[in-house]
């Protein structure tokens, strides 16, 4: 459930906007509708939406499963569009883990694809981490 929303009316002046909400995997959809309607509304064609809500969604996955060293953490979607680029930060409050296992194509079970998706799907993808958790910021032109 999302339990804070800043947010103005969805059109092109309105080039800023937050989402809040907590660690539950329900809210993952929300949050992909989310973007997907912000990047639709500021000129994004339906091939470059799509890959805005799946490089997020993956990213927003991330600080779901991993973001929370509690049980009920919070999540903050930033969307900022300017200068005909949008540019998207999913922050949470956990430790990124810096595991880096080679694609065995024989493990079925094997998962940690989200950062190569969010590689391949935007024009550029950062990872900060600090003491107070890790933000994923991911950016893609017009």
């Given at each position: 459930m999302v339990v804070a929303?800043?947010?103005?009316?969805?059109?092109?002046?309105?080039?800023?906007?937050?989402?809040?909400?907590?660690?539950?995997p329900r809210n993952l959809s929300k949050a992909r509708k989310y973007v997907e309607d912000f990047a639709?509304?500021?000129?994004?064609?339906?091939?470059?939406?799509?890959?805005?809500?799946?490089?997020?969604?993956?990213?927003?996955?991330?600080?779901?499963?991993?973001?929370?060293p509690s049980g009920d953490s919070e999540i903050k979607i930033s969307l900022d569009f300017s200068q005909g680029c949008l540019e998207i930060s999913v922050a949470d409050v956990g430790i990124f883990k810096r595991i880096i296992k080679i694609d065995d194509q024989e493990d079925t079970q094997h998962r940690g694809r989200g950062i190569p998706f969010m590689l391949a799907l935007m024009d550029k993808v950062t990872i900060n981490e600090n003491k107070n958790g890790t933000t994923v910021k991911l950016v893609k032109k017009l």
């Open positions: 929303r800043d947010q103005k009316l969805l059109n092109k002046k309105n080039n800023y906007q937050q989402l809040k909400f907590t660690n539950d639709a509304n500021h000129g994004f064609n339906e091939e470059q939406v799509f890959d805005i809500k799946v490089a997020t969604g993956e990213a927003v996955s991330n600080a779901i499963e991993h973001g929370s």
